[in-house]
């Protein structure tokens, strides 16, 4: 099909992020193999987008080579973790034209997080000005094969050299890319390990803001996840200890015997997902309920073994969607469905993909041209 042009119905411009290109690329053979089957978030690109917060301002924003970043070690984020980011894809249609999924909502979920995080706001225009640049300038790192795109990671993080524990006076602000194919996968289905004793998240604290600390905390969690033969770890609520929240990077879905879907509320201690919203947009539009709202843990135990519940999957950026085969704990160790990717996770996986590669329609607008 022909692209439908962007909501701006233009190439978004990457201007006021000029360009300094890498003197020494890779080679076009370097980069092919560097783009066959890379692993996730492990391969990046030859240039990175960068900006700088300083004297009450941003200034020096750029596309430069990707470089280690010069780092005084006493600054700021090393010592207390005062860092927001965001995780968002570029896809490449039939036509060659490179687009991303909703990156005004990322920008947006950006400002959010620096606002819990002390951190000073980078404007929309320029969030996606600096993705619009750093994509055209490694655009021959945009895969071509179904599934596979460029995963770019905006970071904002505190950058002056001081130990007190206050809010930093400079910042940086840098997008790395990073060709990928799936973040999770097993010939025997993804098992899910949930997590007793530790927490993601509190109330008033930050799982509702996307920040480094967050991930810190769930490394041992994740890891026994790991442990017990599961790819990702599942968080209950800190304050009852038996409501589920979401895994370690991406959001949760139930779907019922009824045809229905539910997914837990946002309730402040939980990220909201971008896939998570657009998937729910999808589900109501086709007609099916969807119900945002608090789930017990006992409520899947007993749901799975009477077959109240059909199907479980993840869903995020890295995930996309990612029918569950399993769930596990100390006390239990039940199947999901039949161990198959269900109906309904194959169904809005295909819609919401066919969307981000430009393969139906977008009823929502949410497609934007970067390249
Ligand atoms: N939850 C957590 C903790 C995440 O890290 C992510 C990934 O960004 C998500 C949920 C899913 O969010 P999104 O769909 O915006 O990628
Ligand atoms: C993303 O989906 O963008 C994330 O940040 C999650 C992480 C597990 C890679």
Redesign the pocket.
């Known amino acids: 099909m022909t692209a439908p042009a962007s909501p701006a119905g233009r190439t978004l411009s990457g201007e006021a992020f000029p360009l300094t290109p890498n003197p020494a690329p890779a080679s076009d053979a370097d980069r092919a193999a560097l783009m066959d089957k890379p692993v996730f978030g492990k391969v990046f690109t030859d240039h990175m987008a960068r900006a700088t917060w300083t004297g009450g301002a941003w200034s020096d924003r750029g596309v430069v080579p990707l470089a280690p970043l010069p780092m005084h070690p006493g600054a700021a984020v090393l010592h207390y973790a005062q860092q927001v980011f965001?995780?968002?894809k570029a896809y490449r249609w039939e036509d060659g034209s490179i687009w991303a999924f909703r990156p005004d909502?990322?920008a947006e979920?950006l400002q959010d997080s620096a606002e819990r995080l002390a951190i000073p706001w980078l404007p929309v225009d320029d969030f996606l000005a600096s993705l619009a640049a750093l994509v055209q300038a490694d655009a021959a790192w945009v895969p071509d094969e179904d599934g596979s795109c460029l995963y770019l990671r905006p970071y904002l993080m505190a950058t002056e050299p001081s130990l007190l524990v206050q809010p930093a006076d400079t910042y940086g602000y840098v997008v790395t890319a990073s060709p990928v194919g799936a973040y999770m996968s097993s010939p025997d289905g993804v098992a899910i390990w949930v997590s007793r004793g530790y927490h993601?998240a509190n109330a008033g604290g930050t799982g509702a803001a996307?920040t480094a600390g967050?991930?810190a905390a769930?490394m041992l969690p994740q890891q026994q996840a790991k442990d017990n033969g599961c790819s990702q770890v599942l968080f209950l609520d800190a304050r009852e200890d038996r409501f589920v929240e979401?895994?370690?990077?991406?959001?949760l879905m139930l779907v019922f015997s009824d045809g229905s879907i539910a997914t837990p509320r946002l309730t402040g201690t939980?990220?909201?997902?971008?896939?998570?919203?657009?998937i729910i947009a999808l589900l109501r539009e086709e007609g099916r309920a969807v119900r945002e709202r608090d789930i017990e843990l006992s409520e899947i135990v007993s749901g799975l073994e009477s077959g109240a519940i059909t199907e479980m999957f993840a869903?995020?950026?890295?995930?996309v969607v990612t029918p569950l085969a399993r769930l596990k704990s100390d006390d239990f160790d039940l199947p999901i469905g039949d161990g198959q990717p269900g109906p309904v996770a194959t169904g809005i996986k295909k819609q919401l993909t066919d969307i981000q590669y430009g393969r139906a329609e977008d009823p929502f607008g949410w497609m934007v041209r970067l390249a």
């Open positions: 965001e995780g968002l909502a990322n979920r993601r996307k967050n991930y769930s979401e895994l370690g990077g991406m959001n939980i990220l909201p997902g971008i896939t998570r919203d657009s869903c995020g950026t890295a995930a």
